[in-house]
């Protein structure tokens, strides 16, 4: 059975910085493409980012362009998602997802999530 955990989460200042972490079992890590979502109260799971299985492609939402990378460790089954010049708007749940499908902005095209970590972005 393939489970996710993300980590990293945290309470941070306006302009800050965070990593988070998703560790991937019981699955071959290298067969998933891997993509985070975030869900705020009240809103709908919205796309983050993404990256490629052989991490060749990434993608972004636009609100995440030039503040966030996407990273991944096929050796240590775990994806990453930096987050750079965080704003109080960036505050929700973040989930991180795996795929067969390949990277997608769609959470429908993703097989298994984590529990979510959560970030708090004060101003």
């Known amino acids: 059975q393939v489970q996710l955990e993300e980590s990293g989460g945290g309470l941070v200042q306006s302009g800050g910085s965070l990593r988070l972490s998703c560790v991937v079992s019981?699955?071959?890590?290298?067969?998933?493409?891997m993509g985070w979502f975030r869900q705020a109260p009240g809103n709908e799971r919205e796309f983050v980012a993404a990256i490629s299985w052989h991490s060749v492609n990434t993608y972004f939402a636009d609100s995440a362009k030039g503040r966030f990378a996407v990273s991944r460790d096929n050796a240590r089954n775990t994806a990453y998602l930096q987050m750079n010049s965080l704003k109080p708007e960036d505050t929700a749940q973040y989930y991180c997802?795996?795929?067969?499908?390949?990277?997608?902005?769609?959470?429908?095209?993703?097989?298994?999530w984590g529990q979510g970590t959560q970030v708090t972005v004060s101003s």
């Open positions: 019981g699955g071959t890590f290298k067969d998933y493409a």
């Open positions: 997802a795996a795929g067969r499908h390949g990277s997608s902005r769609s959470p429908g095209m993703y097989d298994y």
